[in-house]
């Protein structure tokens, strides 16, 4: 399978993957993002919510390097270390994105790397040529 890479300096992969991938079809697959500011290299302090907005954040950078917005986002999946940051997470999330919403799933893990509470990752539908 043919794969285009997307990149964004704003982003840290912290082993071994593409920020994005666009495959043959029209949509692009984004990697799961932690909250790792890129400007220190390191988690960014601060609760799920704060947590939230990092993630989100190098998310659209990756958006960005492909020339697209969170309007082109079809499918999130986000990953919580707690379930009880639900609502943290919900609240920064829903200020990303306007309706239709995408679809989404939220998965309770028992880590996340670097130890970070939440992690996201998004698939996104790229323009047809």
Same mark, same amino acid.
């Given at each position: 399978?043919?794969?285009?890479?997307?990149?964004?300096?704003?982003?840290?992969?912290?082993?071994?993957?593409?920020?994005?991938?666009?495959?043959?079809?029209?949509?692009?697959?984004?990697?799961?993002?932690?909250?790792?500011?890129?400007?220190?290299?390191?988690?960014?302090?601060?609760?799920?919510?704060?947590?939230?907005?990092?993630?989100?954040?190098?998310?659209? &950078?990756?958006?960005?390097?492909?020339?697209?917005?969170?309007?082109?986002?079809?499918?999130?999946?986000?990953?919580?270390?707690?379930?009880?940051?639900?609502?943290?997470?919900?609240?920064?999330?829903?200020? &990303?994105?306007?309706?239709?919403?995408?679809?989404?799933?939220?998965?309770?893990?028992?880590?996340?790397?670097?130890?970070?509470?939440?992690?996201?990752?998004?698939?996104?539908?790229?323009?047809?040529?």
């Amino acid at each position: 399978m043919a794969r285009k890479a997307v990149t964004s300096a704003q982003a840290q992969a912290i082993g071994p993957y593409s920020h994005g991938v666009v495959g043959r079809s029209d949509l692009l697959f984004l990697s799961g993002q932690t909250p790792i500011d890129p400007a220190t290299g390191r988690l960014v302090d601060g609760d799920a919510g704060a947590q939230t907005k990092q993630c989100l954040a190098n998310l659209r &950078h990756v958006l960005e390097a492909a020339d697209l917005t969170f309007d082109a986002v079809v499918k999130v999946n986000v990953f919580l270390t707690d379930m009880d940051d639900f609502a943290a997470m919900n609240a920064v999330y829903e200020r &990303h994105f306007r309706p239709p919403y995408p679809a989404r799933s939220t998965i309770g893990v028992a880590a996340l790397p670097l130890g970070a509470s939440v992690e996201i990752e998004m698939i996104a539908a790229m323009p047809r040529e």
